[in-house]
Structures are given as C-alpha cells and as structure tokens.
C-alpha cells in the first residue's frame, strides 16, 4: 500500500466528519438522541460509535491497549464533549497518518477481537484499510438520516477534498 493513502484517508475523514458535526449542530439535542431507526438507533449514538470504534481501531494499531467500555455504550454522552473528543481524535489521526510507511504498512499485524473472540492476523494495510472504511460505512449511515431530516450534506466525493486542490500535497 502506498503511504500516501492514509494521509488521504485520514484527511477526507477529519473533513467529513467535520461538515458532519456542523449539519448536527443545527439539530436540538432531542432529535440527535432520537431513537431514528439506524443500527445504532439515534445520530448521537452512530457519532459515538464512530469515536468508539477510531478509537479502539487507533490504539490497536499504535499497539496501545484498548480500553473502553462494552460496544453500545456511550463515551461521550454530552454534544459538546463529543464533538470536541471527534476533532482531537482526528487531529491525532492526520498527524498519525502522515508518519507512517510502507514497510510499516506491509508488515505483519495480530490482534484479539474480543467482540470475535479470536485472532486476527493481516498485513498492517488490512487493517488501516478497515479503519477507513468502517468510518465511511456509518457517516454514509448518518448522511441518510439527515437527509430523511431535510438536512443537505452536501458532496462527500473524495476528489473534493479540499487538500487535493494542491497538486504537490501528496507528495510534500
């Protein structure tokens, strides 16, 4: 895998999900916690579960342990808190991202899934490839939800990401 790609990741998810917190700031508390019909019921949960699941995701494969609370349960029960929680997260993941290396990239990775019970082995670009896209999965989740609240997200097309407007930023 080319190093370039989770810098790419990581910055299409840090503007995402930061068009995605403002369109749920136009929402009254009540309505983000309302039970809407998605896997994780309400907006606020699906936004807590994405910060659950980066998280969980980020320290596994900074080989830190991962310490949280049973899946479904609330980190960040409060807006605020979660939305200032998403932004430091996603600034760790874009600096993150900007170290890492090929051959790091291709190297070996094991993990014990305790929502699977078992091991997991792959090469470290399996797994940053699933981080990725596990976000994408439930903000396309969230997008219908806003939408079905007449709430225009606008575009989510990777080619706008506003970093791309600079030719040499890939290559920096």
């Known amino acids: 895998m080319d190093a370039n790609y989770p810098r790419l990741m990581a910055a299409y998810n840090r503007w995402m999900n930061e068009r995605l917190y403002a369109a749920c700031d136009r929402l009254d508390d009540t309505t983000r916690h309302a039970d809407l019909g998605a896997f994780f019921k309400s907006i606020h949960a699906t936004l807590d579960h994405l910060l ?14 991962v310490e949280l609370p049973p899946l479904g ?5 409060d807006w605020d ?10 600034e760790q993941l874009v600096e993150w991202a900007d170290g890492l290396t090929e051959s790091w990239l291709a190297q070996q990775f094991s993990f014990t899934s305790r929502l699977y019970q ?3 082995t792959q090469p470290r670009w399996v797994f940053v490839t699933h981080f990725f896209n596990h976000q994408t999965h439930h903000r396309g989740q969230l997008t219908t939800l806003l939408a079905q609240l007449d709430i225009d997200f606008g575009i989510t097309d990777l080619p706008m990401l506003p970093e791309l407007a600079d030719p ?4 920096h």
Do not use: H
């Open 73 to 77: 349960t609330l980190l960040c029960p």
């Open 168 to 171: 040499d930023w890939l290559t």
């Open 118 to 120: 078992r091991e997991f």
């Open 81 to 90: 808190d979660l939305k200032a929680a998403r932004a430091s997260l996603d």
């Open 52 to 65: 659950w699941g980066d998280t969980a995701w980020f320290n596994r494969l900074q080989q830190q342990p």
